[in-house]
């Protein structure tokens, strides 16, 4: 997997919780003909293993969520990402796969953790992102990540 670019953070906050699972990826588009003011998905978090080369997901284990709330009129963006049966007292990076790095998630001793991550800015509309934690250096998968967890896609703009 290759990051590269940036995305301001405005503001990260790391810690621990207990966890449940959540629904599959969905959207609650903004009104209007043609564009796209407001987006809202979630999506499970998928354990997968080490990091695969590819920028979407492979099959694996539900193990958390993903929460994406994206206002254009208000040019920001959040990302609230829980996990659970993670490797325990482990600092993950947060990314919008193969994109950038956006944040970091800190698990407890017993492998759950949450990130609640604010950018100052809009995610890119109309495309489909999905959101990853990985255990950056050392690791035995793709651009050296270790861990890895994937969920989406979330498909930034797409009508119902």
């Known amino acids: 997997m290759r990051r590269f670019g940036r995305i301001a953070v405005t503001g990260v906050i790391c810690g621990s919780a207990a966890l449940g699972v959540a629904t599959v990826a969905q ?7 043609g564009h796209q003011k407001a987006f809202n998905g979630n999506a499970h978090l998928i354990h997968v293993g ?5 920028c979407s997901t ?5 193990s958390g969520q993903v929460n994406l709330h994206s206002n254009a ?5 959040r990302v609230n990402v829980s996990v659970h049966g993670a490797l325990r007292n482990t600092t993950y990076a947060v990314d919008i796969r193969c994109v950038a790095q956006i944040g970091i998630l800190t698990t407890n001793g017993a492998g759950n953790g949450t990130a609640h ?10 495309s489909q992102i999905f959101i ?8 035995g998968g793709s651009g050296g ?6 969920a989406g896609p979330f498909n930034l ?3 119902r």
């Open 27 to 33: 959207a609650s588009p903004g009104k209007g003909p």
């Open 50 to 54: 080490l990091n695969p080369a590819t």
């Open 58 to 62: 492979i099959p694996g284990t539900k």
């Open 117 to 126: 991550i604010s950018l100052s800015s809009t995610l890119p509309t109309g």
């Open 145 to 150: 990540y270790g861990d890895t967890f994937i």
């Open 132 to 139: 990853d934690i990985s255990v950056p250096g050392g690791g």
């Open 73 to 77: 009129t208000r040019n920001r963006s």
């Open 157 to 159: 703009g797409a009508k």
